[in-house]
C-alpha cells in the first residue's frame, strides 16, 4: 500500500490528533507516546537438525498507569521493535476506552512459523517465557494469543512460568484452553464486540439493522462469528472475503453454511449460495449499510477508500485503514468504530479470564456475554458524549481522547515518586 505507515508514528499521531482535545500538558502527552520499557532478546534454540538458530523477541511494556500490563504475542516475519511499541500503545488505548483496570503491552517473534517443527516451537516459546519470567505475572504484566500463537503457546508459557517459580497461577497468561484455566466466549468475543458496537452506531444514526445489507472482509476467527451474530439480530449477509477471494449474493447467504463450506474446501470461494465471486478490493468497496474489515492491517488506504460506500465500518482487525485513508472517509461522512473499541471484546473477555482465574470460580458463558454487552454498550456511549461535546469529525479522535483522559487522570492521582 502506497501510505502505508510506520505503525509506531501511527500511533504517536493519533495520540497528537486527540491532545487538541484532552486537559492534558503537553510534557504528559510525551510521556503518553512512549513505552515505559522495551525489552529486547536474543534467544538461541537448537533446531532438530542440531543447528542452533538465534531468534530476535520483543516485550514492549507500554503503561502501566490503570493495572498490569496486558497484551498479546505474535509470531511473524515483520514483528519488529516499532511494530512491538504501537501495538502496546494501542492496548493501553484499548484497555482505557472499555474501562477495564490493565494497561498496555504486547511482544512477539520475529519468525515464520510455517519453517518450524512444533518440538522446535515448545523450545522456543519455554525460552522465551524464561526471558519473560522476570517481568511478567498476573499482578505485573499478563500475556495473551495474537497473531500466529494461541492456546498451545499459551499453555506452553504458563506451564514454564509456573515450574520455574514453584506455584499455580494461571491467571500469569490468557487466551488458555478451557481446561487449563481459559474463559467461556472468550473465542467469540471478538466479533461479538464488533456487532454490539456496530448495533449502538445503527441505533445512534437512527439506522435500521434489521435488513441492513453486511459485507465483512476476512472470514477467520474475528469476521465470520461477527458474520453469524450480526445475521442473528436480523441484518443480511451478502459478502465475504477470505485471502482466496470473496463471494457476494445481494440477496444475502447463510454465514453458518459459508462458514462450513470454508472449513471443507479452505476458503469461502465456491460457496454455493453466493450468486458471484468477486475481489478482495470489490468487497471492500460494496454499497452495503455496514462493513466489517477482519483480516490484516492497512486493508484500506486512501486511494481504495475514495470508492468506500458503507455508511459505517466496524473494525474487527487492528488498523484495517491507514490513516489517509481515515481523512476520506472522515470527508465522506462514514462513521468508522475504531478498533479500540470494536474489536475490545477480546481484550474484555481475557480480563474475565484473569478476574476467574484469581478467584479460582468460573463463570457460564451466558454471564461472560453479559457483562460484556455492558461493557461495550458504555463504552460507546462515552465514546459518542465526546464526540458530541467536541463536536468532532471522527469517532477514532473520540475514543483516543476518552481514553488518553482516563490514563492521564490515573497518572496523576497517583502524585510523584522521587
Ligand atoms: P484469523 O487468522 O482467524 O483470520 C484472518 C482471516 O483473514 C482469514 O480468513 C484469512 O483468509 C483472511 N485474509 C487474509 N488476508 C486477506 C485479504 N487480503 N483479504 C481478505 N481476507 C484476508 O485472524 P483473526 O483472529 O480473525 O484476526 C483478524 C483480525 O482481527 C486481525 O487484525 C487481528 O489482529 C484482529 N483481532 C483479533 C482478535 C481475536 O480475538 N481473534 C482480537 C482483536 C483483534
Known amino acids: 500500500m502506497s501510505d502505508e505507515a510506520n505503525p509506531f508514528e501511527s500511533l504517536q499521531s493519533q495520540i497528537d490528533e ?66 512491538v511499541k504501537a501495538l502496546s500503545g494501542w492496548m493501553t488505548y484499548k484497555t482505557a476506552i472499555v474501562d477495564i483496570p490493565l494497561g498496555g503491552g504486547k511482544g512477539g517473534i520475529a519468525l515464520d512459523p510455517d519453517d518450524y517443527s512444533e518440538a522446535e516451537l515448545e523450545r522456543l516459546t519455554r525460552s522465551f517465557a524464561k526471558e519473560l519470567r522476570p517481568l511478567i505475572g498476573e499482578d505485573r504484566d499478563v500475556p495473551a494469543p495474537d497473531v500466529n500463537t494461541g492456546q498451545r503457546e499459551m499453555n506452553w508459557i504458563k506451564d514454564t512460568y509456573e515450574t520455574l517459580e514453584n506455584t499455580t497461577e494461571p491467571g500469569v497468561i490468557t487466551g488458555k484452553a478451557l481446561d487449563s484455566g481459559g474463559s467461556e466466549g472468550r473465542v467469540e468475543a471478538t466479533g461479538r464486540s464488533t456487532v454490539i458496537a456496530a448495533r449502538e452506531a445503527f441505533d445512534y444514526l437512527d439506522k435500521d439493522l434489521e435488513g441492513a445489507t453486511v459485507a465483512v472482509q476476512g472470514y477467520g476467527n474475528a469476521g465470520w462469528i461477527a458474520a453469524k451474530l450480526i ?44 450468486d458471484e465471486e468477486i475481489t478482495n478490493d470489490e468487497v471492500l468497496t460494496l454499497d ?14 486512501a486511494d481504495l477508500a475514495e470508492d468506500v460506500a458503507a455508511d459505517v465500518i466496524s473494525e474487527a482487525a487492528n488498523g484495517p485503514l491507514t490513516p489517509a485513508a481515515d481523512e476520506v472517509l472522515e470527508e465522506t461522512d462514514v462513521f468508522v468504530i475504531p478498533d479500540i473499541l470494536a474489536n475490545a471484546g477480546g481484550v474484555t473477555v481475557s480480563y474475565f479470564e484473569w478476574v476467574q482465574n484469581r478467584q479460582r470460580f468460573y463463570w457460564s458463558e451466558e454471564r461472560v ?28 479522535t473520540a475514543a483516543y481522547v476518552v481514553a488518553i483522559q482516563r490514563v492521564a487522570d490515573a497518572f496523576e492521582e497517583a502524585g510523584s515518586w522521587p
Open 231 to 274: 445475521d442473528e439480530m436480523g441484518a443480511t449477509v451478502v459478502a465475504a472475503s477470505d485471502s482466496s477471494g470473496g463471494i457476494y449474493n445481494p440477496d444475502g447467504f447463510d454465514p453458518v453454511a459459508a462458514k462450513e463450506h470454508k472449513n471443507e474446501t479452505g476458503s469461502v470461494v465456491g460457496y454455493e449460495e453466493s
Open 18 to 83: 486527540a491532545a487538541n482535545y484532552l486537559d492534558v500538558g503537553g510534557d504528559e502527552i510525551e510521556r503518553l507516546k512512549h513505552p515505559e520499557r522495551v525489552l529486547e532478546t536474543n534467544l538461541t534454540i537448537e533446531g532438530d537438525d542440531g543447528d542452533l538458530e538465534r531468534f530476535t523477541a520483543f516485550r514492549s511494556q507500554f503503561n502501566g498507569d490503570r493495572g498490569p500490563y496486558k497484551g498479546g504475542i505474535r509470531y511473524h516475519p515483520q514483528v519488529s521493535r516499532d511494530e
Open 288 to 301: 452495503v449499510d455496514l462493513l466489517i474489515p477482519a483480516a490484516l492491517e492497512n486493508a484500506i488506504d
Open 369 to 396: 456475554n453479559e457483562e460484556l454487552e455492558t461493557i461495550i454498550v458504555d463504552a460507546f456511549d462515552a465514546l459518542v458524549e465526546t464526540y458530541e461535546e467536541h463536536d468532532l469529525e471522527n469517532p477514532r
